[in-house]
């Protein structure tokens, strides 16, 4: 009896064994890897195109809400690819080496200011799929704030990022209430193959390698300087494209157009990020502050980037600024208001003159 009870405990033993193998086989991780990016951009092209082709612009209302439906067989409305009451264009976009052509529509430019692609924004949006006709994820018209910055974790997708920068902000009125609304504002719909979006990573109701679209209206934003120097962001865009862009990133960026740069001293680093961005040895925060002598002007001890003059919403302070950041000319003599100057901290020829 103790012998058989013995030989039974070694059976349930062994069992026991293969079973955890078994599971310890079944919990290995398969890694799929990523798909071509190009092969991706085709295919999502071509559903992208079909989709402007086989659907239209069911209404537009006075706030610029747009619902877009498929034509129906026999239909004869004009499709999105071919109607003309809003502007279809295109933006060319270069990211993870793939030339991409990004389809949007303009239901109104907006009047304001259009942020660069490391602002922050003020935004609503809604987004589709192009198979459904339910969105997946929406604001509700409510304003939301978002940073456009594509490397932190919590900024957005690369599509918006893009687009956004084509639009412009509106007006914004503050009721008795505390409530602002806006009026004027930018608004429109980008159509962004799954290389600007998720890609090959599925979200909560989107596949991966998803084309989306994204209707969306732009209220405001903020602007941002991420070197810290005193300059912000979109005014270190040299080529005035409304982009800056950090190529450090040679994974994502392999080879970037020449065009796209924007780097003074060439070291590789965009002005944005470069506290010396005229490689002369000194700061662009030590090259733009104000000598001791300077006229007591503005509620800094830096020049801005341009004059400012008082802002007529804040009676009680004074932010007038009669200098920007100075530049100089052959006689040595400062120039502190031309548009087109070369500003001392893009000049390593006079790094150490003084206003």
Not at 83 to 108: A, C, F, H, M, N
Request: aromatic content about 14%; some cysteine; charged content about 25%.
């Amino acid at each position: 009896m103790n012998k058989f009870k013995y030989y039974f405990i070694l059976l349930l033993a062994g069992v026991a064994m293969i079973s955890c193998n078994k599971d310890d086989d079944d919990d290995d991780v398969v890694v799929v890897p990523l798909r071509d990016y190009k092969e991706q951009y085709k295919a999502d092209s071509d559903s992208i195109v079909k989709y402007l082709k086989t659907n239209y612009i069911k209404e537009v209302t006075a706030n610029f809400d747009i619902t877009i439906a498929k034509i129906p067989v026999g239909g004869t409305q004009v499709s999105i690819m071919d109607q003309t009451d809003y502007p279809l264009k295109i933006r060319k976009v270069y990211s993870d080496g793939v030339d991409y052509e990004v389809y949007y529509l303009v239901l109104r430019e907006g009047t304001g200011q259009a942020p660069c692609n490391y602002d922050k924004i003020s935004a609503s949006y809604t987004g589709n799929l192009l198979n459904a006709t339910e969105y997946f994820d929406t604001s509700y018209g409510l304003a939301r704030t978002f940073n456009l910055e594509p490397y932190l974790s919590t900024s957005v997708i690369d599509g918006w990022s893009e687009i956004f920068p084509q639009f412009k902000t509106g007006t914004a009125v503050t009721g008795d209430n505390g409530v602002i609304t806006y009026d004027n504002y930018g608004a429109g719909v980008m159509f962004l193959p799954s290389g600007l979006g998720y890609y090959g990573s599925s979200q909560e109701k989107i596949p991966a390698y998803s084309p989306l679209v994204f209707s969306f209206k732009l209220f405001d934003l903020q602007r941002l300087d991420h070197d810290f120097d005193g300059v912000y962001d979109f005014e270190e865009d040299i080529n005035k494209d409304g982009y800056v862009y950090d190529f450090r990133d040679t994974e994502k960026y392999p080879n970037p157009p020449a065009s796209l740069f924007d780097d003074t001293d060439g070291d590789k680093i965009a002005d944005f990020l470069d506290v010396d961005d005229d490689g002369d040895g000194y700061t662009t925060f030590y090259e733009i502050t104000k000598p001791t002598d300077a006229p007591n002007t503005g509620l800094s001890k830096y020049y801005p980037f341009n004059p400012i003059v008082d802002n007529p919403n804040t009676p009680n302070v004074d932010e007038t600024e009669t200098r920007g950041i100075p530049a100089f000319a052959a006689t040595g003599e400062p120039d502190y208001t031309s548009p087109n100057r070369l500003r001392i901290h893009v000049d390593k020829n006079h790094h150490t003159a003084k206003p």
